[in-house]
């Protein structure tokens, strides 16, 4: 087996003989712990068959065990200080290849489709901690060929995405991650295992991603309206909620509240998924 790039030595020595320093706002905390690697790619269930999208792969820590374990990985950086390391650290990996750019700016079905195809794609990483939700939200809006998404966020942005109806971290988030995926948390990760330490405790999370939506919906924009709505007026009952943040009269609102049987005097937080769509397909009847 090939040096293991996790170990602190070794880090410290490569980031020395390149004159690199950690960016703090590009989100650069690199993992040193070889357990955790082990058990994202466990947890993964990586095959010779996967192509594997990662996001920032630092110095390669983990792309190394993803080339080792998958048949293609394409790994996105943006920070081009990154590129000469990860050309020595990985150049022994010819199921690999690095692409420069910025995730947000990447066009994925097209990556897909031109470097990945007739693969099972999985995207594993160790987010930038700056553009989590972007991130995740783009990888399941785009409604790409993508199976699993396993990645390190922080804890309190996995805990988000997990929550149920009356959990005190139930909110957009988890409705729009739950409309596309089950998700589920593999392990809580401590800060020690990241080179700097970050400030805040982290949680590997996999998100098992539907083939269809978990709920079908007449109008997806109208379904995102109405959780956004709900969810942004937190003290107020549903029906304050939606008056406030729905293009409809408070008249309106409460005829098709009736029709979904859905009590005006809840709290937006209090629906489950299904709700959110009955209510939504109502508006959508109601305007067309
Ligand atoms: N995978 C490495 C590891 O686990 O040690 C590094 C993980 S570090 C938390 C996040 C990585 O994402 C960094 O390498 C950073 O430069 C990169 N990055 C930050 N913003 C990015 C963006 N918009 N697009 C692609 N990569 C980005």
Redesign the pocket.
Known sequence: QSKRLYSPAVIKEIIERHGFKF?KS??????IDGNIIHKIIEESSIKKSDGII??????G???QSLCEAAGKVIA????NK?LPILEETLQEYHNLEIIH????KVDINRLIEEKLRDMEVKVV?????Y?TTPIIMKLLEEKLCIEKIVV?VQKEVALRMKASPGNKDYGALSVAVQYYSKPEIVVDVPKNVFMPRPNVDSAVIMLDVYKEPVVKVKDEKIFFGVIKAAFGQRRKTLLNALNSGIDLNKEDIEKLLEKTGIEPKRRGETLDINEFARISDEIYEMIN
């Open positions: 960016s590009l989100g650069q905390n690199f993992l990662e996001i920032g792969p630092g110095i820590t983990l792309t996105i950086e943006l920070d990154l750019k910025d995730i947000l990483a160790n987010l930038p901690y553009i390190m």
